[in-house]
């Protein structure tokens, strides 16, 4: 049995040094070998056909940019064409929702409706409840769907096509809200990312490309797990969910360069590389850490998310005092009072914090910056170059944005 709560093994040491030595272990396979392989489901660890670098990347404490410069500078630019796109299709998720924040605003609210407010949730709808227990718990007696409920709890992460897999079968075969099975993912995986995660399982539903549904078939799970798994009872038809096409798509946000000044450096989980964050002519008197990372739904983050979060923060606070050469302050969550009261003791009325990105983050700051800028202390937010150029041209589908990748490569100054 499954105890929702349980701690991941420690699979992910949540650190810059860790990320970096994963890098170096994935890249031999990261050329034409994860075109080639990528779909295959072989579990984490040496026989791994991708790079499970997701919680790193997430948290950027590996950035996109520094990830596709490895690769091409190990393989070139065609043989990791596929794995670069992969990292575009987190870019590319991440502009798509940040045009459109309603999605995200909506998300937020189907999950608070449909689900009890308790530490441990269930859903609101008791007759959901049996099989939302038998779905997290890994006790629904198919194939695979149970071991991947454990692996998600047990790991922190899975691999995309047993996300794909997974979520069809919630949707489909179990029949219960996708949003929940969207908040179970959040609460669970390291990698757990407001646009990667709600986008996609809105994607399986047929919502995101509407009318598009993804179908798990048995066959295609005994290929892609290399038999062993082969599920029974499937549900053989998809139909689309129904729901209201997407708001259309608003400005990007703007790159705004930052007048000199002294100023606090603000922390957030969303971008963990401080270093290369460009602050201009800042000078950074004090970095302010959050101990702990944003909520990622109405229920409790599991615990090895937490940890990992609170781990990937103190890692960053320490790096980033060590570069910028000044105290780190340790605050309990973001929150308006605790910056103000930092700002004076340092005598700012200035902090700024890389810019971010659509999600409970995001919600918690835009919070503190009202509350904060009542106060007379502002937050400036820093939007980094590779976000900028590319989510203008999140407006449509992922295809035309593909067409878009060599030159957002080239102008990141990649393989030049
Ligand atoms: C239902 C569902 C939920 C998902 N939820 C998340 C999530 O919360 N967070 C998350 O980062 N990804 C999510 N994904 C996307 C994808 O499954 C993971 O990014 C990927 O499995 C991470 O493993 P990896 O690092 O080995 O990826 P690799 O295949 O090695 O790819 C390298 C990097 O590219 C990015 N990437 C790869 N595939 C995708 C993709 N399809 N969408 C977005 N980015 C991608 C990731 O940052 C990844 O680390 C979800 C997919 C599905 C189908």
Known sequence: MTDESAAPAGLFAPTRAAALERVAAALPRLGSAYGRDRNHDRGLGEASTVSALSPYVRHRLLTEHELVSAVIERHGHRAPEK???EVFWRTYWKGWLELRPQVW??????VTRLMSSDEHPLPVDETLRDTYRDAIGGRTGIDG???WARALVT???LHNHARMWFASIWIFTLRLPWQLGADFFLRHLLDGDPASNTLSWRWVAGVQTR???YQATAENIARF???RYRPRGLATTAEPLDAPPPPPASAAPEPRPLAPGRALLLLGEDDLHPESLALGGIDVVAVVRPERGAPRGPGRAAEGVQAFQRGALADAGRRAGEHFGCAESVIEEVRASELVALARTHDVSRIVTAHA??????DALARASAEAAADGVVIETVLRGWDARAWPHATR???PFKERIPALVRDAGIGA
């Open 397 to 399: 589908g992922f295809f």
């Open 225 to 227: 797990t290399d038999g």
């Open 83 to 85: 794995f670069v796109q």
């Open 105 to 110: 605003r909506d998300y937020v609210a189907d």
């Open 357 to 362: 990105p659509t999600g409970y983050a995001a």
């Open 211 to 213: 009318g598009k549904t």
């Open 155 to 157: 790991d922190g992460w």
């Open 145 to 147: 769907f149970d071991d």
